[in-house]
């Protein structure tokens, strides 16, 4: 007996005899993989899907430029728009750069800096950038010779520079493609917005139609349920786009049938002993300007009042439609809403009435609030004093996407998780506030060809630390193209390591189930 006496014996005593660990709706804590790319389309987990689309290169949002080949000048919305458009700038920046909003396969308006679109309408032919709202007008057929365009008018004429650097729309004629006037050289400076509004977008409705069936149909299915249930997940987090509320026809250019795949979803997910966590992955007016929250050209007007009330309708559906459903385990009232561009009062005001509006459907479902992304310190939510119970924060940990990682090597990423992730974790649940979720992680970094033994220490690490995350963590993704940000093929490859049966096999857990305390430390799933 004295044996029993030792440090061992006295951890195991106090995991057996003091009150049950934390656990989240019956399961120990969650442990979840993100359904990415499948109802909110993120073109670089399936870029396959624009691969038909005509013009594919001059999508809503590219951000072309446009030189002229005879004054090898650029042309200028000076200010950012709201003058007079001129061609005399040598060097091209942010006045010379212009968004695409995609009208046809060749038809387009251009939006300058300020927001202003370019318009022919003028009395003296004059292009201006003053437009704020687009019509016809603003709309120019852009005929394409490889880098060379010309830009014509709805009413035939085309847009030509002139020797003194202004621009005009006065050429009624059809110019050749040698050196002239009317010729521009386009740039195509960022085309990486590839979301739900460009393939819808880009392809047209019909199209559209028939590519997003296919993919909702194919990309997740039941039989990914079983596989998760079976390698130690007990949760799905969902994201959602807003347009599912009007479904299943929903304002152009979105596509119906992403409610009947959520539907689906939570029947899968109850057949297979998961949760299911619904999260606004793109708010009406887009929180964060990129591909994931379905913006058009990368502009975040969110914080409008207008579009925060629609959002809480949103919320309101969800709610609604899946608040009684057995398998909810929560919702998340918005996704990486950008600290840019969205004031914290605004979203405090925001997250403050959409839990109130989960709470008028369900008692027990939890409210995720997710982080602002960009400089801000999540301790602002802990501190925000929103909700009474249930009231969970979203933090999401990349070791990538910022210049700070880019030359860390294998050692110098996983001493990070553990010397900067750790602490901060250890921080926020000093805080006594709101549960601490992980919502998006992945097993993926900047190193270069890092061997399977090194991802196999990165995802440790990360399961170690995210271990203490009071809520549980989730997996950024399921599937996608990128093999090590697909969860499925780390699982199979054996890049990251975790399952349940590991867990489940372990002397101390053997030990604690044939002593009684199975009920305790209840393991989801089977």
């Not at 927001?115 to 022919?120: I, R």
């Amino acid at each position: 007996m004295g044996g029993l006496a030792g440090p061992g014996f006295v951890l195991l005593s106090w995991v057996l005899f003091s009150p049950c660990l934390f656990s989240v709706d019956g399961l120990s804590k969650v442990r979840a993989v993100n359904l990415g790319g499948w109802l909110v389309v993120e073109g670089w987990i399936k870029p396959s899907l624009f691969d038909g689309i005509p013009n594919g290169d001059m999508l809503d949002g590219t951000q072309v430029q446009l030189r002229s080949v005879v004054l090898n000048k650029y042309v200028s919305a000076a200010n950012g728009g709201g003058s007079n458009v001129t061609v005399d700038r040598d060097v091209a920046s942010t006045w010379e750069t212009f968004r695409l909003w995609r009208v046809s396969e060749n038809e387009f308006q251009l939006r300058s800096l300020g927001g202003e679109f370019l318009t022919s309408n003028s009395e003296d032919g004059l292009i201006l950038a003053t437009a704020r709202e687009p019509l016809s007008t603003e709309t120019f057929y852009i005929e394409r010779n490889d880098e060379s365009v010309h830009i014509k008018l709805l009413n035939g004429g085309y847009v030509q520079a002139t020797n003194d650097h202004l621009l005009i729309s006065t050429n009624q004629f059809q110019p050749g493609w040698d050196n002239n006037l009317a010729t521009f050289q386009l740039v195509i400076v960022a085309n990486n917005l590839h979301g739900d509004y460009q393939l819808a977008n880009g392809y047209g409705y019909e199209r559209a139609k028939m590519v997003l069936e296919e993919h909702r149909t194919s990309f997740i299915t039941a039989s990914d349920f079983d596989f998760l249930s079976r390698h130690g997940i007990n949760t799905v987090r969902i994201p959602v786009g807003w347009w599912i509320t009007q479904d299943p026809f929903p304002p152009s250019p979105f596509v119906g049938g992403s409610l009947a795949a959520l539907d689906l979803a939570f029947s899968w997910a109850q057949s297979y002993g998961l949760k299911c966590i619904i999260d606004l992955h793109a708010a009406p007016g887009s929180q964060n300007g990129m591909e994931h929250s379905a913006s058009r050209d990368g502009s975040v007007d969110w914080p409008s009042p207008e579009y925060v009330s629609q959002t809480l309708e949103v919320i309101d559906f969800l709610a609604t439609r899946y608040g009684g459903h057995p398998s909810l385990l929560g919702i998340e009232l918005l996704n990486e809403p950008s600290a840019a561009t969205v004031p914290l009062d605004v979203l405090v005001s925001y997250y403050t009435r959409g839990y109130q509006i989960v709470r008028n459907h369900s008692t027990t479902a939890y409210v995720i609030l997710c982080q602002r992304i960009g400089n801000a310190d999540p301790i602002e939510l802990f501190q925000a004093g929103i909700g009474l119970s249930n009231v969970v924060v979203d933090l999401h940990y990349y070791n990538l996407f910022d210049p700070y990682f880019a030359s860390m090597n294998s050692t110098q990423n996983i001493e990070f998780i553990y010397k900067n992730r750790a602490p901060q974790l250890q921080a926020l649940r000093d805080t006594n506030g709101p549960l601490l979720f992980i919502g998006e992680w992945v097993n993926e970094w900047d190193v270069q060809n890092a061997s399977q033994y090194e991802y196999q220490k990165f995802g440790r690490a990360q399961l170690d630390v995210y271990a203490n995350a009071t809520f549980g963590w989730s997996y950024w993704t399921l599937k996608n193209d990128r093999m090590h940000w697909d969860f499925e093929w780390n699982i199979r490859n054996k890049y990251l390591l975790f399952s349940a049966s590991s867990l489940l096999k372990t002397p101390s857990f053997l030990l604690l189930l044939a002593l009684g305390w199975g009920t305790c430390l209840t393991i989801m799933p089977r």
